[in-house]
């Protein structure tokens, strides 16, 4: 008799965890950690609707049924209320990426809920989509001014190919209305290329196959955008680059399953940068200015508890990697600095570095990298440098730089960009703007004889591999 009973337990066991229980059956109902508008800046942040709806402008929502599991992700979604097939696909992706639910609770165990939730859609229309062309096409009058389509003031426009998700698909072409027919002035070359890449602040170290899309001019002063997607399709990157090798001006990084990791944007030279965790849950929000304060407003923990409101509490963010490797570290947040002890760590929770900070000034820093202890003064990377300074590099390329006399002479510039290893040697080299093959040889095999000249990058008073980039002017 008892082993029957025994048996019945444990039969019964399974049956109560696959229940599903209706939102008035249980004693807490499932909700987003830290509530509805979080689940709902997810949505907005990791949105990606397909430009063909996107262009008609939209004022619509999907409502999405699913099953809130006890691990905080979602599971059985389908369609309640739809639009159209890939509106609703979209509204299932985006719910299947969040797994940041707070499940729902029976006597203070968790259990198996569904849920209706509506996921919005909202859009501007966009008159310079062309469905016929699937393109982006601008006009301009006859002054260069932004005009509506209207064939007898138009005299210039700007074509940009598109794919279903709005990213360029082919050559941009810049145009002009002569003799009755569009002639075209310029060409900014479509380029989609297979590449290795690292997940932007990711506690993966390995690269990836991944594909890199672009229409670049080929000038290295101008900006232009790039795009990075898995072999699927799935996102990695979506940047904008100002032009002369600076850093992007504004960007989306996600991580591998095709959840927003970070956004960053730019403005009156303030950056700003909003974190997430993998599970969809909003991390930081951190801004840092043109002299490189940081202002920390905002953490969360994974599960959605607040650990720094409006600038003061204890901060745990991710930090700079070192050698590709993730870095996290924590410390005490006071009006939106950083005071006191603040330690870091690699994702294994080994101890990477120490410092100490009054008033968001580092006072001093202590790493503990390769299991060397090092002190150090900055807690940002420092630049390699030549030896004796930038008025010696250029006295040394002046003195040995020797155009061909058999070509004929050019003015304007060569960039070129190498890395500084850690030994100060030299490798890696690469044009970024060319002024001809002569110069160009001429630059690579000149900053070729500074081998070893050089004084290796920082960072946390580590010697690290850093690419520089070097404009040398011709007159």
Do not use: C
């Not at 501007?124 to 006009?139: G, K, R, V, W």
């Amino acid at each position: 008799m008892k082993s029957f009973i025994v048996l019945l337990t444990l039969f019964s066991f399974p049956a109560l965890s696959q229940q599903v229980y209706k939102i008035n059956e249980v004693e807490k109902p499932a909700e987003p950690s830290g509530g509805v508008a979080f689940l709902n800046q997810f949505i907005t942040a990791n949105i990606q609707i397909p430009i063909k709806s996107a262009a008609k402008g939209m004022n619509t929502k999907v409502i999405v049924k699913g099953i809130v599991e006890p691990d905080g992700s979602m599971s059985g979604l389908e369609i309640s209320r739809s639009v159209d097939k890939t509106i609703d696909a979209e509204a299932i992706r985006l719910l299947s990426l969040y797994k940041a639910w707070k499940p729902a609770l029976i006597k203070d165990k968790p259990v198996r809920q569904v849920t209706f939730f509506p996921v919005l859609f909202r859009t501007n229309p966009m008159p310079e989509f062309d469905s016929t062309e699937n393109a982006l096409i601008e006009y301009f009058d006859k002054n260069n001014i932004l005009i509506p389509n209207d064939q007898r003031k138009n005299k210039f426009r700007n074509v940009i190919p598109v794919d279903e998700r709005g990213f360029v698909r082919g050559d941009i072409l810049f145009q002009e209305f002569r003799l009755g027919k569009w002639k075209t002035n310029l060409t900014l070359p479509f380029e989609k290329k297979k590449i290795w890449t690292k997940i932007s602040k990711s506690t993966q170290t390995d690269s990836v196959k991944a594909f890199s899309i672009s229409a670049k001019s080929g000038n290295f002063a101008d900006g232009y955008e790039e795009v990075i997607i898995q072999p699927d399709g799935t996102l990695l990157s979506n940047a904008r680059y100002p032009g002369g090798g600076r850093p992007p001006s504004s960007g989306k990084y996600y991580f591998l399953n095709g959840v927003l990791n970070e956004e960053q944007s730019v403005s009156d030279s303030l950056v700003k940068n909003i974190n997430w965790y993998e599970n969809g849950q909003l991390r930081s929000i951190i801004e840092t200015g043109n002299k490189k304060e940081v202002s920390i407003k905002n953490v969360w923990d994974r599960d959605g508890s607040q650990l720094v409101k409006d600038g003061n509490g204890w901060g745990k963010i991710k930090s700079n990697s070192y050698r590709q490797k993730a870095l996290f570290e924590e410390g005490k947040v006071e009006n939106e600095r950083k005071s006191g002890k603040w330690v870091g760590k690699f994702a294994d929770s080994t101890l990477a570095y120490e410092d100490f900070y009054k008033e968001g000034i580092l006072e001093k820093g202590i790493s503990y990298f390769d299991g060397e202890k090092v002190n150090y003064e900055s807690d940002y990377i420092i630049e390699p440098q030549f030896k004796g300074g930038k008025n010696k590099m250029y006295q040394f390329l002046g003195e040995n730089i020797r155009p061909s006399p058999a070509v004929p002479r050019a003015k304007g510039k060569t960039i070129l960009s190498f890395v500084v290893r850690e030994d100060g040697h030299l490798g890696d080299y690469k044009i970024e703007q060319s002024l001809g093959k002569s110069f160009d040889d001429e630059v690579v095999r000149v900053v070729k004889r500074m081998d070893g000249l050089w004084e290796a990058g920082t960072q946390r008073g580590r010697k690290i591999s850093v690419r520089y980039r070097l404009p040398v002017n011709f007159e």
